[in-house]
Every structure is written in structure tokens, then in C-alpha cells.
């Protein structure tokens, strides 16, 4: 068992400090604010103060976990052991930086809780997070800490050996648009109809009644994506779009009889959870009625959910998902870059910076979207395989969870998405044949 000491246990510390050593290290740690305690201990000692004892390995913090409340914070990022590291310490620490509070302030997004600049849709933007300027978003290095403290505490304590973990991948599929054409109704189909003339789209005009006539819809590929989750023994989660149709929120009516035959058909299979809808991110009453309509459908409690347009209001969005029972939240990740909001690949709880304590709410950071890397990065299907690789090898090092998000349409070969089929297929050989 590690000792941590420190001269203050707080909510932060512990929260973190669990992270490192549970989650991801898989081992027994207890935190104390007793010298005497420290001093006694024979197992893995780490001095987490500025106190000068003998023996043990020494991390001196900053004041980041013994703060409250949240404030301007402008970290200073550089290089060192071969990861990205800030929050840099003294000489006298064994590691040079406070791999604590830097862990901290990336799992708990604590710059995403400072004001912002919003995007059109209220995000916060890859683009304003300290990774993205420092050119670590691509790097799990909150795991790679973790790991370079494992070796640091082998070197020093010959006997200790940390947990062990596996590789794990999660597929997750959202329905945005279950249907292209199909059970769109009459006013939506000549709506779209006209749009299509305005902007001389002939092509969708023509797919679209050729759908129409032979009832056989270009987003309709659940049957692919049955066959190629059965090759690999994968259960992949849902997430299904229920709220009411408006200006980002195109989906076929809930109330459409194939609609709800289609989330209960999936629903009998594999693992559902609800794409509380757009307006629905910051609506406690909304999203309530969501739930319900999906839970009325499939006719089990819904506990899973992923924001649509991966909409996330500190720390609004995540309190009214635990008042409605949510436990498992997969928003964590970028619309327009790939890589590691958080700086991990671990699923974690949410921290509640306001309240300060660890919540319930356990969140899945996702890595890679298709619409990512096809509309926002616009690669091709070859540059996008290999980008995915890139990253799978990175989290297989750190024996992370891989996440990936698709859609339906993205197998469809219309439009944008010609060739995208075999994206996928091929991240999957990657994953499991690799």
C-alpha cells in the first residue's frame, strides 16, 4: 500500500489522488497528515508537502488542491521525460512538476469552468484549452504520469508493482438522423424538397424519391453495423436522439410507429442511452421528458447519456443529469479535434468544482468522432485510418479504454460519406487484430 502524505487532506487531493493510484494504477493508497504515521510506514512512501523528511518520495505541490472556488490560472507548459508537463516545482521535488494538481486541473476542466469564449453552439472550443496550444491534446499524459510515477515508486520500493489493467474499447453509435428520407412526413419532405432545388442539389433530390418509392433509406445500415460488430463479439452503445425536431435536432419523430420499433429492436440487443437533444443541455424539465419517452419505449430506466452537438455547461448540464438519474455520461471529447479533453483515456467522476466534492456522475471520454474527422479535420478515408492508429496505439500503452463515436449515416457511401464504411471496419481490425 502507497502512503501520501500531506500536511492538508482535502477534497481535491483525495479526488485525485484516488484517480491516480485506483483508477489507472489499480493500487491500495491512504492519504494521511501525520508525520509520525509517515515516518513509520515500510511499504511506498511519497512526501507530498514542503516538509523535509527522510525517506520517501518527495512531490512538492503547489497550492492548486488546497485552493477553493476557481480562479484565473495561466499554467506554464514545457518538456520533460518525454511528455508535456506544467505546474513546475523546485529541485528539491524527485519529480519537477506537481503531477497532482496538473492531473487535477485537466480531469476536473478546470479552465472549461473559467470564463470563455463560446462557439456558435456554447462550447468551449479545442482550440482555447491548454493542450490544444501546447500540442499535447493527442497525448493520454495524465495516464503517462501516472505511469512514470508507477516506475519512479518501482525504482525506489524494488518491491512494489502496480495493478494491472487491460486495453478496453467501447463503440458507441449515436442516431441523430435515423432516416434520410423515410417517415420524415409530408410538410418535412417537401420542405427539404425545395431546399435541395434552392441550393441546385439535384442528386439529393433524386435520392431522395428513389427512397421514397422503393422504401429502401441510405441511413438505414443497422444491419452493417450488426454484421461487423458480430465479427468482433462487440455490444456497442446507443444513443438515441428523442426530442423534438427543430433547427439542430432533424431526427424522425419519436411518435413515428418504425421509429420506435427500431430503438426497441436495438434496445432488446445491446445497451441503450438517451441523446438528450439539443435544447435539452441546460433544460432540467426537457430532459426529464426525454428520459421519460425513451424509458416509455424501451420499458427499463435510462442511466446513459451523450450530449448532442456534445454540448457540456459547467456545471449545469452535469448536476441536472445526476437530479434525472443519469450515472454515465459519454459528452467528454471535441466536435472539431480529436485527442483527450481530459488528458486521459480513464473514465473518471465529475468533480463539482463549485460544490467541491466528487459526484456519482461517472464520465467516458470518447476520443475520435467520424464527423470529426471527416467534416472538421476533412481527411480522406486513408489519412483518417491512419490518425486512428496513431491514437490507438497511444492508448493501448497506457492500457486505457478507447472510445469512438459513429453514426449511421457515416456507413451509408451517400454524400460525404462514400468509402467511410471501411473507416470503420478498419479501426475495428486495428483495435482487436493489432
Same mark, same amino acid.
Given at each position: 500500500?502507497?502512503?501520501?502524505?500531506?500536511?492538508?487532506?482535502?477534497?481535491?487531493?483525495?479526488?485525485?489522488?484516488?484517480?491516480?493510484?485506483?483508477?489507472?494504477?489499480? #493500487?491500495?493508497?491512504?492519504?494521511?497528515?501525520?508525520?509520525?504515521?509517515?515516518?513509520?510506514?515500510?511499504?511506498?512512501?511519497?512526501?507530498?508537502?514542503?516538509?523535509?523528511?527522510? /525517506?520517501?518520495?518527495?512531490?512538492?505541490?503547489?497550492?492548486?488542491?488546497? +485552493?477553493?472556488?476557481?480562479?484565473?490560472?495561466?499554467?506554464? #507548459?514545457?518538456?520533460?521525460?518525454?511528455?508535456?508537463?506544467?505546474?513546475?516545482?523546485?529541485?528539491?521535488?524527485?519529480?519537477?512538476?506537481?503531477?497532482?494538481?496538473?492531473?487535477?486541473?485537466? #480531469?476536473?476542466?478546470?479552465? !472549461?469552468?473559467?470564463?470563455?469564449?463560446?462557439?456558435?453552439?456554447?462550447?468551449?472550443?479545442?482550440?482555447?484549452?491548454?493542450?490544444?496550444?501546447?500540442?499535447?491534446?493527442?497525448?493520454?499524459?495524465?495516464?503517462?504520469?501516472?505511469?512514470?510515477?508507477?516506475?519512479?515508486?518501482? !525504482?525506489?520500493?524494488?518491491?512494489?508493482?502496480?495493478?494491472?489493467?487491460?486495453?478496453?474499447?467501447?463503440?458507441?453509435?449515436?442516431?441523430?438522423?435515423?432516416?434520410?428520407?423515410?417517415?420524415?412526413?409530408?410538410?418535412?419532405?417537401?420542405?427539404?424538397?425545395?431546399?435541395?432545388?434552392?441550393?441546385?442539389?439535384?442528386?439529393?433530390?433524386?435520392?431522395?424519391?428513389?427512397?421514397?418509392?422503393?422504401?429502401?433509406?441510405?441511413?438505414?445500415?443497422?444491419?452493417?453495423?450488426?454484421?461487423?460488430?458480430?465479427?468482433? /463479439?462487440? $455490444?456497442?452503445?446507443?444513443?438515441?436522439?428523442?426530442?423534438?425536431?427543430?433547427?439542430?435536432?432533424?431526427?424522425?419523430?419519436?411518435?413515428?410507429?418504425?421509429?420506435?420499433?427500431?430503438?426497441?429492436?436495438?434496445?432488446?440487443?445491446?445497451?441503450?442511452?438517451?441523446?438528450?437533444?439539443? %435544447?435539452?443541455?441546460?433544460?432540467?424539465?426537457?430532459?426529464?421528458?426525454?428520459?421519460?419517452?425513451?424509458?416509455?419505449?424501451?420499458?427499463?430506466?435510462?442511466? $446513459?447519456?451523450?450530449?448532442?452537438?456534445? %454540448?457540456?455547461?459547467?456545471?449545469?448540464?452535469?448536476?441536472?443529469?445526476? %437530479?434525472?438519474?443519469?450515472?454515465?455520461?459519454?459528452?467528454?471529447?471535441?466536435?472539431?479535434?480529436?485527442?483527450?479533453?481530459?488528458?486521459?483515456?480513464?473514465?473518471?467522476?465529475?468533480?463539482?468544482?463549485? +460544490? !467541491?466534492?466528487?459526484?456519482?456522475?461517472?464520465?467516458?471520454?470518447?476520443?475520435?468522432?467520424?464527423?470529426?474527422?471527416?467534416?472538421?479535420?476533412?481527411?480522406?478515408?486513408? +489519412?483518417?485510418?491512419?490518425?486512428? +492508429?496513431?491514437?490507438?496505439? $497511444?492508448? %493501448?500503452?497506457?492500457?486505457?479504454?478507447?472510445?469512438?463515436?459513429?453514426?449511421?449515416?457515416?456507413?451509408?457511401?451517400?454524400?460525404?460519406? $462514400?468509402?467511410?464504411?471501411?473507416?470503420?471496419?478498419?479501426?475495428?481490425?486495428?483495435?482487436?487484430?493489432?
Amino acid at each position: 500500500m502507497i502512503l501520501l502524505y500531506s500536511h492538508k487532506i482535502t477534497p481535491r487531493l483525495d479526488y485525485i489522488a484516488g484517480f491516480i493510484f485506483s483508477s489507472i494504477l489499480r #493500487v491500495d493508497f491512504q492519504l494521511t497528515d501525520d508525520p509520525e504515521r509517515f515516518h513509520n510506514h515500510r511499504g511506498p512512501r511519497i512526501n507530498y508537502s514542503q516538509e523535509d523528511f527522510s /525517506g520517501g518520495l518527495v512531490l512538492r505541490p503547489k497550492e492548486l488542491l488546497f +485552493e477553493s472556488g476557481i480562479s484565473p490560472i495561466e499554467p506554464f #507548459v514545457t518538456q520533460w521525460d518525454n511528455v508535456k508537463i506544467f505546474f513546475q516545482t523546485d529541485d528539491h521535488s524527485d519529480i519537477p512538476f506537481d503531477l497532482f494538481a496538473a492531473s487535477f486541473y485537466l #480531469v476536473s476542466r478546470y479552465e !472549461e469552468n473559467l470564463p470563455f469564449h463560446k462557439d456558435e453552439h456554447g462550447r468551449f472550443e479545442a482550440k482555447q484549452s491548454l493542450a490544444y496550444n501546447n500540442n499535447f491534446l493527442q497525448d493520454p499524459v495524465v495516464d503517462q504520469w501516472a505511469y512514470i510515477l508507477a516506475d519512479m515508486l518501482k !525504482e525506489r520500493y524494488p518491491d512494489f508493482q502496480p495493478g494491472t489493467r487491460s486495453f478496453q474499447y467501447i463503440s458507441t453509435i449515436d442516431i441523430d438522423n435515423a432516416y434520410a428520407f423515410l417517415f420524415k412526413g409530408i410538410s418535412r419532405t417537401l420542405g427539404a424538397t425545395l431546399r435541395s432545388l434552392f441550393n441546385l442539389d439535384i442528386e439529393d433530390n433524386i435520392r431522395r424519391y428513389q427512397t421514397l418509392a422503393s422504401k429502401r433509406d441510405p441511413y438505414d445500415t443497422y444491419d452493417i453495423f450488426f454484421d461487423i460488430h458480430q465479427k468482433y /463479439g462487440i $455490444k456497442p452503445l446507443w444513443f438515441f436522439l428523442v426530442g423534438d425536431s427543430g433547427r439542430f435536432d432533424d431526427n424522425v419523430s419519436i411518435d413515428k410507429t418504425a421509429y420506435q420499433n427500431l430503438i426497441r429492436n436495438i434496445a432488446q440487443r445491446f445497451d441503450v442511452g438517451l441523446h438528450p437533444s439539443y %435544447k435539452a443541455f441546460n433544460n432540467h424539465e426537457l430532459l426529464n421528458k426525454e428520459i421519460e419517452k425513451l424509458e416509455h419505449i424501451i420499458e427499463r430506466k435510462v442511466t $446513459k447519456s451523450r450530449q448532442h452537438y456534445l %454540448k457540456i455547461r459547467f456545471n449545469e448540464t452535469y448536476n441536472n443529469l445526476i %437530479k434525472s438519474g443519469i450515472y454515465q455520461d459519454y459528452t467528454m471529447g471535441y466536435a472539431t479535434d480529436i485527442g483527450f479533453r481530459a488528458g486521459t483515456c480513464t473514465p473518471f467522476h465529475y468533480y463539482d468544482l463549485l +460544490e !467541491e466534492q466528487e459526484t456519482e456522475l461517472l464520465i467516458y471520454p470518447f476520443q475520435i468522432m467520424d464527423i470529426t474527422l471527416n467534416q472538421h479535420k476533412g481527411y480522406n478515408a486513408t +489519412e483518417a485510418i491512419s490518425v486512428v +492508429e496513431d491514437l490507438i496505439e $497511444k492508448i %493501448k500503452r497506457v492500457n486505457g479504454t478507447f472510445i469512438s463515436i459513429w453514426h449511421n449515416e457515416a456507413l451509408s457511401d451517400h454524400g460525404h460519406w $462514400k468509402g467511410w464504411e471501411n473507416v470503420y471496419r478498419e479501426m475495428l481490425r486495428l483495435v482487436f487484430e493489432k
